[in-house]
Each structure stands twice: as C-alpha cells, then as structure tokens.
C-alpha cells in the first residue's frame, strides 16, 4: 500500500537512443555519423557523465558530457556539486550559484525517463520510472558550468544541474516536483542566447499536453553502481494504485 512520496529531488533518469534520434531531434545541424555511438544508459546517478546539447545558433549546437552536479567556477571542491544535481526553476534567476549560468550557459539533457521513490506502508521505498508510453526522447531543461579551482591540476570541470518545477497532474501522486521538460518547439528558444528571462521562465512549468506512464520497476535501481536493462523490469506491487494500471 502507497503512503506518499519520499522527500527527495529527481536524481536518476536513463537515456536509451541511437544517435539518429538524439540528431533527428536536437541536432538539426549535422548527420547522426558526426555523433559518437551511444551506450544505453538504464540508471544515470549524480556525479556521473551526462549527455547534454549546448549552442544557441542551431548551426553550432553540439553534443557534449558533463559531470552531474553543478560546480560554481569559484568552487575549489568537487563535492559541492553533490548538493547541486537540480535547480529550483522558481529561484533559479536569483540565487547565486545558478543566476550567470541561467543567463548564458543553457543546456539540454535528453532523457528516455526518470526514476522517483514511493514510501510503502512498510518503511520500503518503491522505485517508479516515469515516461512517455513510446519512449520517447524528453528534453530536461539544464544549466552548465566551467570551474578551473576544483581540479588539482587545474584542469577544466565542466559541470551540469538539471532544473526542477512543481509536478504535473500525471507525477503528482508520485512526486511534488520534476524536471522542467522542454517542448520541442520551445527547444531553440531554451538555448537562444538571446531569449529574454521572462520567456524562459515560462519554459519552467509543469509538462502538459504530453502522456506520461508511472511504472513501478525493479529495485536494482536503487544501486546508483548498477547500470543494467533489469532496471526496468516492470513489478506489480502488491496494492496496485489506479495511477499504474
């Protein structure tokens, strides 16, 4: 039997493509060759490489991988990243950490779904993938940062945080938040260097006009190590909610 939500952000999704898609659908610029192959991804977890379209000019967006979990540039830890996997998007043009990178340094992490935990009547904590009945790309809104302090070398880190909003009427029940999903047609003015704070923050509601399924799935996904197709296998648990069937 469900409870309610457990008090946490969202911190897994996979990413499940061919690099046709991933061009056909951010990348309008080049040929899905120009992309290197990638790997399914069934349980991305905080501090590991993320996938992200960045470039304003639709002729000059690319592909690139950032460490999730958002470094300031005057950072000199890594680990303050940790604490910065999301952005609240109602905050996210006045706090510190993220106003520059909200400004200048938008990006887009494509997702297959994303993972929220259920509190049972037990004490467990059920884990639900969430996403569109044909899994089908969804586009996170995201910022990106450079920090030169954290690595001991001096290297650059680049680093990304995924934005958050109040939950629609579909995770509701799961989740009071989720990932800002940006529309495809929205998905040139979220990189535009030139659209103003106002459009952008009207690009940070709650999905709408786009199904998504609630699958109760394996508890393999609790281990962010683990990375294998299991973490999908769909289970029944044992008071099966209206809102999975």
Known sequence: MILG????????FNLRTDAASLVQMFLPALDASDVPPLEPRYNIAPTQSVAAITGGDRQDRSLRFFRW???PPWADSLTIGNRMINARS?????KRSFQKPFAARRCLIPASGYYEWLKLEDGGKQPIHIHRPDDGLLAMAGLWEENRKADPEG???FTCTILTTPANKQTAEIHDRMPVFVKPNDLDAWLDDD???DRL????RPLEGVELECTPVSTKVNRPGYDGPECL???RLSTQ???FE
């Open 233 to 235: 296998d769909e289970v």
């Open 241 to 243: 909610p209206d809102l």
């Open 5 to 12: 939500s457990v008090a946490s952000v969202c911190g897994r």
């Open 90 to 94: 109602e905050t996210v043009a006045e």
């Open 69 to 71: 979990g958002l470094v």
């Open 155 to 157: 290297k650059p880190v």
């Open 195 to 197: 659209s103003p704070t």
């Open 201 to 204: 923050l009207e690009l940070c």
